[in-house]
């Protein structure tokens, strides 16, 4: 395991529901990251998290809402999504420092279908 | 701007023998150029990279990658494959202005199977 865990695994909801995905690592890292991961596409990086502080969000409708209340822990907070959002959504973290060239670890993902 | 290229969406390859998964990047300025591999419903997991030095770098279960400036290239390469290598593969480059973050830009993916 790389020791960034994500919950829930799986995932279902309807167009008007709200839910969130987390997103927990224990490797002591200060930056976060949320991806979208569709077939065929490249992963899209979605937000960046250095030290709970939101440094990037790529253009990414406001549907989706991240929330770093601290260093371990990051949330996506989900709300009128569309059917085109269905995707595995990963979680990754990395070490702040060394010049940005620190590899990321990556959670599991959560895999969310939108009926 | 930055960008990483795949050109295969798949690599074929029997068991035992060696094995290529391409990789193209263009970039302005100094490459810093990552392998990840993705197991069936896993997250990504990092091979190895390339920041400076030597341009054979080794990695991870047996992996090594041939960083070639004249070609823009960073093919990963392994000298006999196992079935358990059989996933998907993603090359990545640094994003030039990631800053204290490793801002990542990826490519497509190559899926890669191996027979028995």
């Known amino acids: 395991e790389t020791g960034v865990t994500q919950t829930p695994r799986h995932l279902v909801m309807g167009m008007t529901n709200k839910k969130s995905l987390k997103c927990e690592q224990h490797?002591?890292?200060?930056?976060m990251y949320w991806y979208k991961q569709s077939a065929k596409k490249p992963l899209e990086l979605m937000f960046v998290?250095?030290?709970?502080?939101?440094?990037e969000n790529n253009s990414v409708p406001s549907r989706f809402s991240p929330e770093c209340p601290n260093s371990s822990h990051l949330f996506l907070h989900l709300h009128t999504l569309q059917p085109e959002d269905s995707a595995l959504y990963l979680c990754?973290?990395?070490?702040?420092?060394?010049?940005?060239?620190?590899?990321?670890?990556f959670g599991p993902g959560t895999r969310l279908t939108v009926l | 701007a930055q960008s990483v290229a795949q050109p295969e969406d798949q690599v074929n390859v029997a068991e035992g023998n060696p094995l290529t998964v391409k990789c193209t990047y263009s970039?302005?300025?100094?490459?810093?150029l990552f392998w990840y591999v993705q197991y069936p419903n896993r997250g990504l997991q990092f091979l190895l990279k390339?920041?400076?030095?030597?341009?054979l770098v080794k990695g991870s279960y047996g992996f090594e990658a041939e960083f070639n400036k004249s070609q823009t290239s960073f093919h990963l390469k392994k000298p006999s494959a196992l079935v358990s290598d059989s996933a998907l593969y993603f090359c990545?480059?640094?994003?030039?202005?990631?800053?204290?973050?490793?801002?990542?830009?990826f490519g497509t993916g190559t899926l890669l199977a191996v027979q028995p």
């Open positions: 990754a973290s990395s070490p702040l420092g060394a010049g940005g060239l620190s590899e990321q670890f």
């Open positions: 490797l002591g890292h200060n930056a």
């Open positions: 998290y250095n030290f709970k502080e939101q440094t």
């Open positions: 970039v302005s300025g100094n490459p810093y």
């Open positions: 390339y920041i400076t030095g030597d341009n």
């Open positions: 990545a480059v640094r994003a030039l202005y990631g800053g204290a973050t490793n801002k990542l830009i």
